[in-house]
């Protein structure tokens, strides 16, 4: 089976010309005339979306957002909430990941570092790949008015296009404010406000604490990760911290945000043992918080030497480290 997004006839062969004349391999030009003539099959672009929403990123926000799943239902959620609540996620990420790939693939065609990402190199079409993004998108509403019939609660597929707009609006963001790192923490730090709303029906304190931990966690880890495209953004007027401000500031802002994300941590492990709070976070979370602050510091004291290939080689293991000590802390708690 063959799809099909742009047509056939000469309009593959003008998108070969327009990659050759752009200087890309004769490869990745062939590649993007195979797309264009409809060529390629559905199940090799299937593939290559799969490949290009790193799936393997999903370890940022999803620890957070199970964590805070089992302090808002410990000592676990039963399971096909579990599931649901896991199925809502992927499906939320598949979608926004999806629009960042199209709404980015003629600047990435532009980026030395990005060229080879599967729609500016020709193995997935712009229109297969926004198909399985509103795919994605309509999972997601879908999965999420799942808990009205699993638990009678209509919150989290009221508030799934609201979440579904935060999630896709964020792809434009880097156009128009220097804000974007922000915006993308917020995309991720609506995980955890998302479980605890699917499985309380209600916003919970310690959600909005850890969520916003989540933000300022991801806001400082994306400024660092900005740090391989400074000349890039700024011949394209993309507003990156670094681009916009420097690497230096952009050194120093990411600190601020990672010091912001520790006390937030804090300030979330007090609050669950407020009078009438949950009381479950305790020697597990605190100890996973000072390993993670002990992480950061030394990840912070080694990129002050770090050129911008060291910082994106540490970015996955780094990010997705400081994510499972914290559901590690967690998961001792309410088993303890």
């Not at 593939?47 to 964590?67: D, E, K, Y």
């Not at 926004?130 to 009678?152: I, S």
């Not at 955890?192 to 916003?212: D, H, K, M």
Request: charged share 15%; with cysteine.
């Amino acid at each position: 089976m063959a799809w099909t997004p742009l047509g056939r006839g000469r309009r593959g062969s003008d998108s070969a010309a327009r990659s050759r004349a752009a200087g890309l391999p004769t490869r990745r030009a062939e590649q993007a005339d195979s797309v264009a003539r409809g060529s390629v099959p559905f199940l090799s672009q299937l593939v290559a979306f799969g490949r290009t929403i790193r799936l393997s990123h999903s370890l940022f926000a999803l620890p957070f957002a199970l964590g805070t799943a089992l302090v808002a239902e410990p000592p676990v959620p039963a399971w096909p909430a579990l599931v649901l609540l896991v199925a809502c996620m992927v499906a939320a990420r598949t979608s926004a990941m999806g629009m960042n790939r199209v709404a980015d693939a003629a600047l990435d065609a532009r980026n030395p570092r990005t060229a080879g990402r599967a729609i500016p190199a020709g193995r997935l079409s712009r229109r297969a790949a926004l198909g399985l993004t509103l795919a994605g998108a309509a999972a997601f509403v879908l999965l999420a008015w799942g808990f009205h019939l699993l638990r009678g609660n209509p919150w989290p597929g009221l508030l799934a296009p609201a979440f579904l707009a935060v999630l896709l609006g964020y792809s434009w963001t880097k156009r128009v404010t220097v804000l974007t790192h922000w915006v993308l923490g917020l995309c991720l730090g609506l995980a955890p406000v998302g479980a605890w709303i699917a499985l309380r029906g209600e916003v919970g304190g310690v959600a909005l604490l850890v969520g916003t931990a989540v933000l300022f966690w991801t806001a400082g880890f994306d400024i660092l990760y900005a740090f391989q495209d400074v000349a890039v953004d700024r011949r394209q007027g993309l507003h990156s911290v670094p681009a916009r401000w420097g690497t230096r500031a952009g050194r120093w802002t990411a600190v601020a945000c990672h010091a912001a994300t520790a006390g937030l941590l804090a300030l979330a492990i007090l609050y669950n043992h407020r009078p009438g709070g949950e009381d479950v976070l305790g020697e597990g979370s605190t100890l996973a918080l000072e390993t993670i602050v002990l992480a950061m510091a030394i990840h912070h004291v080694r990129l002050r030497r770090a050129t911008a290939e060291d910082i994106a080689r540490t970015f996955l293991p780094m990010n997705a480290m400081v994510s499972l000590i914290w559901l590690a802390g967690v998961v001792y708690d309410v088993a303890t």
